[in-house]
């Protein structure tokens, strides 16, 4: 037993490994040994630095530790190379052998994938190309006609003459005083429901008559014509809202009339006849809809308040240099639209769509954030959903609905719904929306350039065929982006031009016949 352990041990036979055997059983053995070495954590590893290297998203993720700890063998003999022995397959995946498409996938830029991943690069791409064309756009109209501002863009000694409309403005705060005295008396049972509607169609029709004859009587600039007609249907919208609320109200409330789901504790307290601090806080408030009370905010920020004051002035200013500098120049030196050629037409619309473009988001900025952020945040109102998110609108009936949400707010409250309710079909509802929004449009812009050629009312009810052609493609094509081509370029590119074209030659051609 002793001799036996003392006994050298055996030298090492190094034999070659067995040649597999030949025919089909060989093969369906080695491809047996192949999986299962392809199935160790070193195989794993190796395949998910090759999809990293070849761009593969499909590959196997790292092996876990445990499966690392178990293959510990595996692993050292993958980094020898296969070195370690004839059964080691872990760098298969490096093989011609081993199959590079795994799975079916789309290419990036197809309808189906377009979507699914960020194109932050293209997106540099076109801020890149937008400002190599503009500082060639900005270069040449400067080369052509100077610096064109002026230093009486804000004020000069003609804006003088405009003071009746000044006038005019300071005085049309009796109109809701008028109307909150009608409530009173409705309130009190001194006088009726009808007769208190009797006196709010007269209020409201004598406020936006009384705006439009000064405007007509003297002859004023476009712009305070147009700046006194914007708050005259401002002030006309927020009276219609006052009187209509009001009557809802004094019904619930004297008739016992039930409603058709529970009050929440707010709908309560906004069940409360008007006070002159409510109608005041309303006329200044950045909404259309009246109601007693709103959401308040607990306190005015004062620094981001002057931030965005700073900002306003800024693109306020910006405004005015767009207008001066780039739009004026075009449209002095073109000609009708509907007069000239159908070539220099298009070359003239395409001109101007791109400042007009700049323009039209200004004021959008401006207005819509700026201004009624500014008001909001002093008066502390709280709900400030004044947009949605209508740059990704897919059809024209979902861009009316996000731009312009105190409008579309006061829509749906006193005219859509209100038609709903005495029987009149969604798409008659829809329509009288339009119309009644396309004949402000049309005071708002011919009124104070004294003419009536109902470009306006015309653009806003063409939106309807537009919204059922935009409708249709997104049934059409799958809920893609088509309907929102559609928009920009017909709002963009090809509505607003042309009316600023229209309304201007028209404007010229009268102030030419009255010479």
């Given at each position: ?298 306190y005015v920020r004062k620094g981001w308040l002057v931030r965005q004051v700073i900002l306003y002035l800024i693109f306020t200013g910006l405004q005015g240099f ?194």
């Amino acid at each position: 037993m002793a001799d036996t352990d003392d006994a050298p041990p055996a030298p090492a036979v190094h034999r070659r490994p067995p040649r597999p055997a030949r025919g089909a059983a060989a093969a369906q053995g080695f491809a047996a040994k192949l999986r299962r070495r392809l199935s160790s954590g070193a195989a794993a590893a190796a395949r998910a630095s090759f999809a990293a290297d070849s761009g593969d998203e499909s590959g196997p993720g790292e092996p876990s530790s445990s499966r690392r700890r178990d293959n510990g063998g595996d692993a050292s003999s993958a980094a020898d190379g296969g070195r370690g022995g004839a059964g080691d397959f872990s760098a298969f995946t490096f093989r011609a052998a081993a199959p590079v498409h795994r799975k079916a996938k789309e290419s990036p830029l197809s309808s189906d994938a377009i979507f699914k991943q960020s194109h932050a690069g293209l997106f540099n791409l076109c801020i890149v190309v937008l400002v190599a064309v503009n500082s060639r756009l900005i270069i040449e109209n400067l080369m052509k006609y100077g610096l064109l501002i002026r230093s009486g863009f804000w004020f000069n000694a003609t804006s003088l003459r405009d003071w009746p409309l000044l006038m005019c403005c300071l005085s049309l705060p009796v109109f809701p005083l008028g109307a909150f005295a009608v409530e009173k008396l409705a309130f009190n049972n001194l006088i009726t429901d009808a007769a208190a509607t009797c006196f709010h169609i007269f209020l409201t029709t004598l406020e936006i008559v009384y705006p439009v004859l000064v405007i007509l009587k003297c002859d004023s600039a476009v712009l305070s014509g147009f700046v006194l007609m914007f708050i005259a249907c401002i002030v006309w919208l927020k009276l219609v809202s006052f009187a209509h609320t009001n009557h809802d109200i004094r019904k619930l409330i004297t008739s016992g009339k039930k409603v058709d789901n529970e009050l929440t504790v707010a709908d309560i307290d906004n069940l409360q006849a008007p006070t002159l601090g409510s109608l005041t806080y309303f006329m200044m408030a950045p909404t259309l809809c009246y109601q007693p009370s709103y959401p308040r905010t607990p306190y005015v920020r004062k620094g981001w308040l002057v931030r965005q004051v700073i900002l306003y002035l800024i693109f306020t200013g910006l405004q005015g240099f767009i207008i001066e500098q780039y739009i004026n120049p075009i449209v002095v030196n073109s000609q009708h639209p509907l007069k000239g050629g159908l070539l220099n037409a298009v070359e003239t619309v395409l001109k101007l769509s791109l400042p007009n473009v700049y323009l039209w988001l200004c004021m959008f900025y401006c207005l819509f954030h700026l201004w009624l952020n500014i008001l909001a945040e002093i008066l502390r109102f709280g709900d400030r959903e004044f947009y949605k998110d209508w740059w990704n609108a897919k059809t024209i009936d979902e861009y009316w609905r996000k731009w312009n949400m105190p409008v579309h707010k006061w829509m749906l409250r006193h005219i859509y719904f209100p038609c709903i309710r005495n029987g009149i079909s969604k798409e008659v509802a829809a329509f009288i929306a339009f119309f009644v929004s396309a004949v402000f449009h049309e005071l708002c812009v011919a009124v104070p350039c004294h003419i009536l050629k109902f470009w306006a009312f015309l653009g806003i009810m063409l939106q309807i065929p537009l919204i059922i052609l935009t409708s249709y493609l997104k049934n059409k094509f799958n809920d893609t982006m088509v309907g929102n081509m559609i928009f920009w370029f017909f709002f963009c590119i090809y509505g607003q031009p042309m009316c600023v074209l229209l309304y201007y030659h028209d404007v010229m051609n009268r102030t030419e016949k009255t010479k």
